[in-house]
């Protein structure tokens, strides 16, 4: 399945002031897709709604796509960073290449493409980390969360080193996933925003 998601903050009663903020542009998959859940209950949502009730200056463009991998981010985000011109940078893929079996190599490679074409593009990037269920192996696991450490190390991005902390590490985790196991519900949402959010803020004081 394949849906994209974009949402603006304070999307109803735009002034010509929140329609010129800058742009926080979301590039990731099902994670950040809204996938399963209810529009406007997934984290990045949630973030325009905090952003907007703090009064930060900031608005978000949603590009995430349910399925993708870090290929297709790295196609897509030239024609996203030349549209919405953002001053910041979220990339979350990864997941997809794993569960497809995909060369580490050319996950770190793409990682790191687009990394730099957001820094080009003047934007500040931030790298939202990914990990494995254990049935990968151990090194195996250790090897794909390095790539995100490792890209985030040479191009000096900043980094989430795992979105699904406190919801997929602890004894309970089948409580905040859908039937599938793989994608997080609603109850989750939050979560994954407070620890994607500590970045955000900083970017924005």
Request: glycine share 8%; hydrophobic share 40%.
């Amino acid at each position: 399945m394949f849906t994209t998601a974009t949402s603006t903050a304070g999307i109803h009663g735009l002034t010509r002031a929140d329609t010129e903020a800058p742009t926080i542009l979301v590039l990731g998959d099902s994670l950040s897709a809204e996938y399963g859940l209810r529009r406007g209950s997934g984290w990045v949502a949630l973030m325009s709604e905090r952003l907007q009730g703090k009064k930060f200056a900031a608005k978000v463009v949603n590009a995430s796509i349910s399925g993708d991998t870090t290929s297709g981010g790295r196609s897509r985000l030239p024609a996203l960073l030349e549209r919405h011109k953002p001053k910041w940078l979220i990339i979350e893929l990864g997941a997809n290449d794993a569960l497809r079996g995909l060369a580490l190599a050319q996950t770190r490679e793409n990682l790191q493409v687009m990394a730099q074409a957001g820094k080009k593009a003047g934007a500040k990037v931030l790298l939202i980390g990914m990990q494995v269920p254990p049935n990968y192996g151990r090194d195996y696991n250790r090897q794909f969360a390095a790539v995100f450490t490792d890209v985030a190390r040479l191009e000096d991005t900043a980094l989430v080193p795992f979105m699904l902390k406190g919801v997929a590490d602890i004894p309970d985790s089948k409580r905040l996933f859908q039937g599938d196991q793989i994608h997080p519900n609603e109850r989750a949402h939050p979560i994954i925003l407070e620890t994607i959010w500590a970045q955000v803020e900083r970017w924005l004081r």
